[in-house]
């Protein structure tokens, strides 16, 4: 790292907007751990932190067969409590496809429960929720993989589509013009278990950085009920609720939003 380029001379402007002392002393610690972005650790407002870090450091160590997993050492004297995850985001493959099908039918059943019924659940896995091949083919869906299991997933894309896994009839594979229509983020799912950890703002990051560095200048989105309060929390806008059909005298309710890079 240069050491003329400090990390508080680094960090210190893009904080001074309703970026909390936390965030700010936290994304510094970034570039004194071995230098690199640390993925995984359980920290207040570690995301956007870690978004910035990787923005200052694109280059990493080069991966042998998958993404690094990076970890965090504790600083001395900090005040910040630190609780590695073991995880990694990486680019999810067609061999992950049945891994991933499992993910959703998991999340949907484990997540979805305050908002819609086991009827109207099981009858999203059935017609909508599912794996959308393009996407992995497209090399734009991601996996958060512990080595065990995938324990999240989600992406964004640059065709038409804007929900529904292969199964679903209403799709629409065409490209979309960067210049004139949002990227789409598609078939965020996190395992129950390790729900609210963070894992779905990573993710999230990950890919809002990858269609702005393809030249989108907005995103869009058709959120769950469970997801609203997520998506709103990142910088998601959209109230108005539709129905979509997902079997015989059943529908689900959803909401489109929409954010600008």
């Known amino acids: 790292m240069n050491t003329a380029l400090t990390p508080e001379a680094i960090f210190r402007p ?28 359980e920290v207040k407002r570690k995301l956007e932190a870690t978004r910035l870090s990787e923005a200052v450091q694109p280059t990493l160590s080069k991966p042998r067969s998958r993404a690094p997993f990076f970890t965090v050492e504790p600083w001395p004297g900090d005040a910040l409590s630190f609780r590695p995850m073991a995880y990694i985001i990486r680019k999810a493959t067609l061999a992950d496809r049945p891994a991933i099908q499992q993910l959703i039918a998991e999340s949907a059943r484990g997540l979805s429960r305050n908002d819609y019924s086991e009827e109207q659940i099981e009858g999203a896995i059935k017609t909508v929720f599912g794996v959308d091949t393009n996407l992995i083919l497209d090399g734009t869906y ?26 679903y009839e209403s799709r629409d594979g065409g490209e979309l ?58 910088g998601f806008e959209g109230t108005e609720r539709i129905d979509l059909d997902v079997g015989v005298g059943l529908a689900i309710g959803l909401v489109p939003m929409r954010k600008r890079l």
Not at 142 to 167: H, P, Y
Not at 178 to 204: D, M, N, V, W, Y
């Open 14 to 41: 893009l904080f001074e907007k309703g970026k909390s002392v936390d965030e700010f002393e936290f994304a510094c610690h970034l570039l004194r751990i071995r230098g690199r972005p640390v993925l995984g650790c």
């Open 142 to 167: 991601f996996v958060a993989d512990n080595e065990r299991e995938l324990i999240g997933c989600g992406g964004w894309s640059k065709r038409k589509t804007l929900f529904g896994g292969d199964q």
């Open 177 to 234: 013009d960067p210049k004139t229509e949002a990227a789409k983020i598609r078939a965020f799912f996190i395992h129950p278990a390790h729900a609210r950890k963070g894992i779905a703002r990573s993710i999230l990051n990950v890919c809002e950085a990858e269609a702005k560095a393809a030249g989108f200048q907005s995103l869009e989105l058709m959120s769950t009920l469970p997801g609203i309060k997520l998506y709103r929390a990142c």
